[in-house]
């Protein structure tokens, strides 16, 4: 039998706005389209998750210390966006997991 999903909560700054969302392990394929879908943000996530565009670049503000190594071509692309890259992930590399659960990020 399959255990249970525990909530995994993420708080969000999004300009002078704060949100708390709740999501399962799963529940969306990653980051980028969770916070795609319950913040109705536009021009986010425009490659839909290739990791080329970079318009879903986030920055980590208080989280899991395994959220700090780049996925793929990741840094290559946080670089093109010419913004600090101090802290910041492409939010489409990050999956839906429990290392999640109560961290704090920014959308840039
Ligand atoms: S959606 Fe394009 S880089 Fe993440």
Known sequence: MRPISQPINIKVLLGDEEHDLVTYKGEYRSLMMLLFDKLYLEDFGECKGVGRCGTCLIEIIDGNSSLESYDRNEETT???????????????QIPIDDNLNGIKI???
Do not use: E, H, P, W
């Open 78 to 92: 946080i670089m093109r966006t010419g913004q600090d890259a101090t802290n910041c992930r492409l939010s489409c």
């Open 106 to 108: 920014r959308v840039k």
